[in-house]
């Protein structure tokens, strides 16, 4: 099955520093998640997004939706030591309800 | 309480067994999902189910086996076809009814085949 791709694969950074990480295709998506997930737990959903151009913040988060429907970003701003963890997107195409996922970013926040 | 529920969190068995691991949940969502999960990798589709007692493969079902007999719940048995069966395991549900393509993951099992 096609896996988008994601980058960077990792980061590594000082807490209060600002993260972009981003993933693209080559096929158009009409959906994009991004997710967050802990050592040893299932993802939880950070932002979702459905039209091209949209911009969403979710706290210190902010997800866009790229205006050629094939791909998307994320940045943190002001990091945390929390904020370390896996970063997953996902995108859905047309009515297909399965979701394709990126390799993750790993970000480690320094104290 | 209302979500995902996995269990065991962490399974082992021996090489040639079966296992099978629970999901289940009370969401009253439509939609259930299995994935495996490396380590490095994103999270792949083994089966999927969009109402009960019918299910479609996804792109790394061999070697599994499922079944969806209730609305709240879809086991996954890992068979001894399986050739790499250690992995993460999470199972996750979708809400056909509402017009998001939102997908929420349970808490996982991790799987070790000694």
């Known amino acids: 099955g096609q896996q988008l791709n994601q980058s960077p694969q990792s980061m590594f950074i000082q807490e209060g520093e600002d993260v972009s990480m981003n993933c693209t295709s080559s096929s158009i998506f009409n959906t994009w998640l991004w997710y967050k997930q802990d050592p040893g737990e299932g993802p939880v959903l950070l932002i979702a997004?459905?039209?091209?151009?949209e911009l969403t913040s979710n706290g210190r988060l902010t997800a866009q939706f790229g205006i050629t429907r094939k791909d998307s970003f994320l940045n943190i701003s002001a990091s945390i030591p929390s904020d370390v963890g896996i970063y997953f997107c996902?995108?859905?195409?047309?009515?297909?309800?399965?979701?394709?996922f990126g390799k993750g970013t790993l970000l480690t926040v320094n104290p | 309480d209302g979500g995902i529920t996995q269990s065991p969190k962490y399974l082992f068995r021996k090489e040639g067994q079966n296992v099978t691991l629970s999901c289940e949940q009370n969401l009253n969502h439509d939609a259930m999902y299995w994935y495996r999960q490396d380590p490095g990798q994103g999270l792949r589709l083994i089966y999927y189910s969009q109402i009960v007692n019918d299910f479609q493969k996804g792109d790394i079902a061999e070697g599994y086996s499922v079944s969806r007999e209730k609305k709240e719940s879809f086991p996954l048995t890992v068979t001894s076809a399986q050739k790499n069966p250690t992995a993460f395991y999470l199972c996750a549900t979708k809400d056909l009814g509402q017009l998001i393509n939102e997908q929420f993951f349970g808490p996982g099992t991790r799987l070790t085949v000694l």
């Open positions: 996902a995108g859905q195409r047309g009515s297909n309800y399965k979701l394709t």
């Open positions: 997004l459905y039209k091209a151009g």
